[in-house]
């Protein structure tokens, strides 16, 4: 009878004992952080953390629960992460925490990425801050090449005879910059960029007899004096600009200006100028735009009003729209 008393208090003893050392581990409590709310274009950050009651967090884990697309998470298993690729929706992630026991713990956090909003720049400058003049010169005439004309009420590009006046031929093209462009951030994204030029009513000038293809002209009909808008590559300034020192302008992404068989009030049709002003705008290069004649042979001009022309409806006008 004794011996059975003892065997039993032996087992009692070990079974305590056993249950003191092998103990229930302790799940470790993981946090994701706080929901976020961002807007477009940004990369953001996920910061999450863990604790574990009974031992140490060895590891952690994120993971993309829904979105409008895979997110790329560049240090999932870290406990923060860089997030790049979002586009606008409502996303979920979840932190998964890891202890030495090799239990987990996990926690959800909210992401709503809105799309920027479009933001519309429309510039139509007057007299005291509009920048366009014309260049021009006139064979046999050392003046005209040197000559500012930045004040006249219009705009032309043109190649015509000047014999009654005592020289031969010439030409004339035209330069317009909005200074107010600079507005636009350079890491900005450029939707649209629209050009409209207006043209001018009859006898406004002496310059020419209107535009030169029109029903009845001596010089023909058909609408030859198609043109073109070049992006300018080095700056100016509207009252120094001459024929001699203009600046010089690029070929890429020039636009075509269609021809005209209208004598006056040519309104242009809208210009697509987007990639220019795409350049102007992220290299910090806003000089502006180059009218000029595609084929510059005699009896061809067009005439357009300028930022001093006496109705503001008619300036130039740049419309641009941007994120």
């Known amino acids: 009878m004794k011996i059975s008393y003892l065997l039993s208090a032996s087992l009692l003893l ?29 990369d953001v950050t996920l910061t999450g953390s863990g604790t574990d009651a009974d031992g140490t967090i060895v590891g952690y884990l994120w993971s993309e629960l829904a ?15 860089k997030l790049s690729g979002l586009i606008a929706g409502t996303y979920k992630f979840q932190l998964m ?4 026991d090799g239990a987990t713990g996990v926690d959800t956090m909210s992401l709503v990425v809105s799309a920027v909003e479009s933001k519309t720049l429309t510039l139509q400058p007057g007299p005291n801050d509009g920048q366009d003049a ?15 004309y930045a004040n006249w009420d219009f705009l032309a590009y043109s190649r015509w005879t000047y014999t009654a006046e005592g020289f031969g031929q010439g030409g004339s093209r035209t330069f317009i910059k909005f200074t107010g462009l600079s507005a636009i951030p350079q890491n900005a994204v450029i939707t649209s960029a629209k050009l409209y030029l ?12 209107g535009n030169s293809h029109y029903p009845g002209s001596p010089y023909g009909s058909n609408p030859e004096n198609t043109g073109w808008v070049k992006r300018v590559t080095a700056n100016w300034d509207e009252s120094t600009i001459t024929w001699n020192n203009k600046p010089a302008t690029t070929n890429t992404d020039q636009v075509v200006i269609p021809g ?10 809208e210009l697509d100028v987007t990639e220019l002003v795409k350049t102007m705008v992220s290299t910090n290069t806003n000089y502006g735009f180059n009218l000029l004649l595609q084929n510059e042979e ?13 109705d503001p409806g008619r300036r130039p006008k740049l419309v641009v729209v941007y994120k």
Not at 67 to 81: V, Y
Not at 134 to 148: F, K, L, Q
Request: hydrophobic share 35%; proline share 9%; glycine share 6%.
């Open 14 to 42: 070990t079974t305590v004992f056993s249950c003191t050392k092998d103990k229930m581990n302790k799940v470790p409590i993981a946090n994701a952080g706080p929901s976020q709310n961002i807007q477009l274009p940004v």
């Open 67 to 81: 979105g409008p697309n895979i997110a790329a998470s560049h240090t999932p298993a870290a406990a923060s992460t």
């Open 97 to 100: 925490v890891i202890d030495n």
């Open 134 to 148: 014309i260049v021009t010169y006139r064979e046999g005439d050392a003046n005209s090449p040197n000559g500012n």
């Open 198 to 209: 207006y043209g001018i009513p009859v006898n406004s000038t002496t310059f020419h007899p």
């Open 260 to 269: 005209t068989a209208a004598q006056w009030n040519y309104n242009l049709p």
């Open 298 to 310: 005699i009896y061809r001009s067009v005439l357009l009003a300028s930022s001093d022309n006496a």
